[in-house]
Nanobody, 124 residues
Framework: QVQLVESGGGLVQAGGSLRLSCAVS????????MAWFRQAPGKEREFVAA?????????ACADSVKGRFTISRDNAKNTVYLQMNSLNPEDTAVYYC????????????????WGQGTQVTVSS
């Protein structure tokens, strides 16, 4: 397993942007698929975006964030990012970084390493 630490959350006005970072420690970051999930109060955790191990590989995004959020990774820095633009109050949630070996998945049950989460609050 690897250890994940998220950062970059905060309070932002609707229409604003934030970039979340997830620093990964441990071995062989480059074989791990990385993903972002989020959980709003009273709701189940939901998939946001995922990126395969190779930096230049395509990414998967939830329909609700497509065109607004971008996931990327820097394997040299053992870090994955989530650039969030055009934020709206419905994006308010705790955002979690997750890792699993090899292929991506939209199912949170298939990820075995998780960060502690970072709060994103979007005011209207």
């Amino acid at each position: 397993q690897v250890q994940l630490v998220e950062s970059g959350g905060g309070l932002v006005q609707a229409g604003g942007s934030l970039r979340l970072s997830c620093a990964v420690s441990g071995r062989a970051f480059s074989i791990y698929a990385m993903a972002w999930f989020r959980q709003a109060p009273g709701k189940e955790r939901e998939f946001v975006a995922a990126k395969a191990p190779i930096s230049w590989s395509s990414a998967a995004c939830a329909d609700s964030v497509k065109g607004r959020f971008t996931i990327s990774r820097d394997n040299a820095k053992n870090t994955v990012y989530l650039q969030m633009n055009s934020l709206n109050p419905e994006d308010t949630a705790v955002y979690y970084c997750a890792a699993r070996r090899y292929g991506t998945s939209r199912n949170d049950q298939e990820y075995d390493s998780w960060g502690q989460g970072t709060q994103v609050t979007v005011s209207s």
